[in-house]
């Protein structure tokens, strides 16, 4: 069994992250946290708490990231959705019982040490959902 807690984060897609950061510490009065670089995703990130949840901007190191990728096609925006579970591992076993299309079928490394896993946006009714567990 798993369950969803909350939304983790909602990660957006910029192309500087330096300066979308300043919108929301500057204009908005919000406190970001460090960068981090995930290898693996090609993805400079900086989470920004928002109460129970994060903002988290994401920047591609790489023209052929996930992130560079979604800008191409579809400019700066909302790139995904991140829900917190209890338990990754028992997610992804009963979302693959299901048949639900997975993007990765074991759970990678997340920023902050998180384990993560995606859905596939065909699987969720078009949004990118990002399953996260945080000990
Ligand atoms: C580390 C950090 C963390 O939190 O810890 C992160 O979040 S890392 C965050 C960055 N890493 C990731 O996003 C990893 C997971 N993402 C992926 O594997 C890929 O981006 C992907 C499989 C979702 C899409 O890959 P792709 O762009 O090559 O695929 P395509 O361009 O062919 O897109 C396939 C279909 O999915 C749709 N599609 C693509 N990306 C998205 C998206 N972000 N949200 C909603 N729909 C999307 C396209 O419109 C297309 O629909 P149609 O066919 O109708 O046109
Ligand atoms: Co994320």
């Avoid at 950061?21 to 995703?41: I, N, P, R, S």
């Avoid at 997975?102 to 990002?130: C, M, N, Q, V, W």
């Amino acid at each position: 069994m798993f369950k969803v807690l909350k939304v983790d984060h909602i990660g957006i897609a910029v192309k500087d992250l330096e300066a979308a950061k300043k919108f929301y510490t500057d204009v908005l009065g919000m406190t970001a946290q460090g960068e981090e670089v995930v290898e693996q995703q090609k993805v400079k990130v900086c989470f920004i708490p928002s109460g129970d949840s994060e903002v988290e901007l994401l920047e591609s190191t790489s023209p052929d990231g996930p992130i560079a990728k979604f800008i191409e096609r579809n400019g700066e925006g909302i790139q995904h959705i991140a829900l917190r579970v209890n338990n990754i591992e028992n997610a992804l076993k009963e979302l693959k019982e299901k048949g639900i299309r997975l993007i990765d079928e074991t759970p990678r490394y997340g920023a902050g040490g998180a384990s993560i896993a995606f859905i596939h946006p065909k699987a969720t009714g078009g949004i990118l959902l990002e399953l996260s567990e945080r000990n």
